[in-house]
C-alpha cells in the first residue's frame, strides 16, 4: 500500500521561506513525481513536478521562489519555498503526476503576519 508522508509546513510571515518534504513508501519512486496544493475553498492544483532525471516543471506563480527536488534512494521529494505571500497559503500534497496515489494528509502552509 502506498504511503505518503509530507512535512514541514507551519505559519510564517510574508517573505519566509519553508522547505517541505515528503517521503513515499508501499511502492517504486513515481517517474514523475510533483507537489499539489489545496487552498480554501479552491480545488487542488499542480505546484511543480520532477522527473526521475530531474527534468522540472512549475506553475507559473512559483517559478522563481520554489524549487522542487528528489532523492531518489530515499524516496523522497522536497519543495524549497521562498520569497511566501498570503496567496501561499494551503495544504500542500505530494504524489506522482498525475496524481493516481491515495493522497496523504498534506502539511499546513499558512502565510500570514
Known amino acids: 500500500q502506498v504511503q505518503l508522508v509530507e512535512s514541514g509546513g507551519g505559519l510564517v510571515q510574508p517573505g519566509g521561506s519553508l522547505r517541505l518534504s515528503c517521503t513515499v513508501s508501499?511502492?517504486?519512486?513515481?517517474?514523475?513525481m510533483a507537489w499539489y496544493r489545496q487552498a480554501p475553498g479552491k480545488q487542488r492544483e499542480l505546484v511543480a513536478r520532477?522527473?526521475?532525471?530531474?527534468?522540472?516543471n512549475y506553475l507559473d506563480s512559483g517559478k522563481g521562489r520554489f524549487t522542487i527536488s528528489r532523492h531518489n534512494v530515499k524516496g523522497a521529494v522536497y519543495l524549497q519555498m521562498d520569497s511566501l505571500t498570503p496567496g501561499n497559503t494551503a495544504v500542500y500534497y505530494c504524489?506522482?503526476?498525475?496524481?493516481?496515489?491515495?493522497w496523504g494528509q498534506g502539511t499546513q502552509d499558512a502565510v500570514s503576519t
Open positions: 504524489n506522482n503526476c498525475p496524481g493516481t496515489w491515495y
Open positions: 508501499g511502492t517504486i519512486f513515481g517517474i514523475y
Open positions: 520532477i522527473t526521475t532525471d530531474r527534468s522540472i
